[in-house]
């Protein structure tokens, strides 16, 4: 059990910086392979197409940083030698915050390049565009931080007089978040893809996708703010006298299935929905209204899987504590 931990421990601290790291350079070539290829096609935009893809790069770049945080906390601390309980809570910990950090970073990528493409196709419009980027972008961090935050709490609690009971649920609160992100945080960059296309496309239809754009991306990270909230009361609540340790990982796998697939399927299933109607915005402009209103009403359908999955979780977790 203590070379199991111990392997735990030192591959998830590793995977946090090398799949944080990665997710995110994978999404700065290819907005820079978009960046280049734009430059070339339209000279008067270089200076803004410039500016777009190093104020783009800064963004992704929060990622490289929060996992190396994390990973630099855990790497030197001193405990995690000392008790299998906190060796497994910190590199599970770890890996989570580099999923989170990893698919972020290179899903964001895409956002900016296709921010980088309109503004090669429209350069006289470069600062709104470049306005919506950054938006879109400051929205595609916040599972970032939120993740950052529980790995710094999950520090506080792995002392190395930790029981296994406090053990598994903080792996647990961790896996679950992470799982709970990775489809609201596609199905984000897909609609920002296509907003930034869509205004590409048509600029006279800029400020009503611009407010179409906060409600659409405020719904898809409605499955990112109730993975928050199961985390946490995974986190926080005690287990219920006679629990054993076997139901506390079922309870945590069960949780995470729930979480992460009903999120991603409404996440993902919901960006796809308001991505194409963004484009149909642009396209038929005078029909922009019906069209926005038919996809929110689509959207508020699809985010009630949302609210099953997370009935079903709090239940789970009621069941132990």
């Known amino acids: ?16 910086i090398v799949v944080g ?18 430059s070339a096609r339209q000279v008067i935009g270089q200076s803004p197409i410039r500016q777009a893809l190093l104020i783009g790069c800064a963004f992704l770049e929060s990622g490289c940083v929060f996992s190396l945080i994390i990973t630099l906390m855990y790497l030197f601390s001193a405990d995690a030698v000392t008790s299998s309980n906190v060796a497994m809570t910190l590199g599970v910990a770890a890996l989570s915050m580099g999923v989170v950090a990893g698919v972020v970073g290179a899903v964001s990528g895409r956002v900016v390049a296709a921010a980088i493409g309109a503004m090669a196709r429209q350069p006289h419009e470069s600062s709104r565009i470049l306005s919506l980027m950054m938006v879109a972008q400051i929205l595609l961090e916040a599972p970032m931080v939120f993740m950052f935050i529980i ?26 978040f992470a799982c ?3 489809g609201p945080a596609i199905g984000q960059a897909m609609f920002c893809r296509a907003v930034s296309e869509a205004v590409g496309l048509n600029i006279s239809l800029y400020s009503r996708i611009f407010s179409f754009s906060f409600i659409v991306q405020a719904m898809i990270e409605t499955p990112i703010i109730f993975s928050l909230l199961v985390s946490l009361m995974m986190m926080f609540l005690e287990p219920q006298a006679g629990v054993s340790s076997v139901e506390l990982v079922a309870m945590c796998i069960g949780v995470m299935g729930a979480v992460g697939f009903g999120s991603a399927g409404a996440a993902i299933g919901s960006g796809r929905a308001a991505a194409q109607a963004v484009v149909c915005m642009a396209r038929e402009p005078e029909e922009a209204t019906g069209v926005a209103r038919l996809a929110i009403f689509c959207q508020a359908i699809i985010d009630t899987a949302v609210i099953y999955s997370l009935i079903i979780s709090v239940l789970l977790i009621k069941k132990c504590m």
């Open 1 to 16: 059990m203590e070379l199991i931990a111990l392997l735990i421990y030192f591959i998830g601290v590793a995977l946090c």
């Open 180 to 182: 709970g992100t990775i």
């Open 21 to 38: 790291a990665g997710g995110v350079a994978l999404g700065q070539g290819y907005a820079g392979g978009v960046a280049t290829d734009g």
């Open 151 to 176: 790995a710094f709490l999950v520090k506080g609690w792995a002392v190395p007089t930790i029981s296994l009971a406090k053990s598994i649920q903080l792996m647990g609160a961790s896996a679950v």
